[in-house]
């Protein structure tokens, strides 16, 4: 197999990029980027450690989740999770980081590249609170680069389409997979029970 190596070589077998491909990107949260992240209830956010090993995390609340604080500062919580912590010990030792925020039933995504640090700001913590319940802590990012980014890959797999998507009861639950995995003495069944019971206490 014959591996790409060189920028040259990759651009040999892509055309150029569009005029407005290139125009699109931003460097600042128009109002248009604005209203996407106010009503986008999903992000996903890319990070690097120290070594370039890279991770992906997916951050989900109510739509409008992510507070801008000016025209280029974005404040995300971190609600409660597995306590992990990949993405905010990567940001710690390498603040790159890139952001795709999704709205439900919307083939077109927003992409913003830039620059994070994480705060435990009280007063910001406090107005970043669901139901009293404030966030540990709240991830800021400071915007290099916002664009849009075309529908293609939403339309080729036709994400938003019910019809598309396969049974549900194809798929183990997440309490079976994890029992395979672990090799855990409890049954599939208990560890489902158990994982809904965290949901339910745990989301905030």
């Not at 389409?161 to 049974?167: L, T």
């Not at 997979?177 to 019971?197: F, G, N, P, T, V």
Request: glycine share 6%; aromatic share 6%; hydrophobic share 40%.
């Amino acid at each position: 197999m014959r591996y790409i190596e060189s920028r040259e070589q990759l651009r040999s077998i892509y055309k150029q990029p569009g005029e407005g491909a290139v125009r699109k990107e931003l460097r600042s949260l128009d109002r248009h980027a604005r209203d996407f992240i106010a009503r986008s209830p999903f992000v996903l956010i890319g990070s690097q450690d120290e070594n370039g090993n890279a991770d992906v995390t997916p951050k989900g609340d109510r739509p409008g989740f992510t507070a801008l604080l000016d025209d280029i500062t974005l404040a995300i919580p971190d609600r409660p999770g597995n306590n992990r912590l990949d993405t905010l010990e990567n940001i710690l030792v390498n603040p790159a980081v890139g952001l795709l925020f999704l709205i439900p039933g919307m083939n077109e995504t927003l992409r913003i590249n830039g620059e994070a640090r994480i705060t435990d700001d009280t007063a910001l913590r406090e107005r970043l609170s669901i139901d009293g319940k404030a966030p540990p802590s709240v991830i800021i990012v400071k915007a290099r680069a916002v664009y849009m980014h075309c529908a293609k890959a939403f339309m080729r797999s036709r994400l938003w389409e019910p019809e598309s998507w396969p049974p549900r009861d194809e798929m183990p639950t997440l309490g079976h997979i994890l029992k395979d995995q672990l090799a855990l003495a409890e049954s599939a069944a208990e560890m489902d029970r158990r994982l809904d019971e965290a949901y339910a206490k745990s989301l905030w």
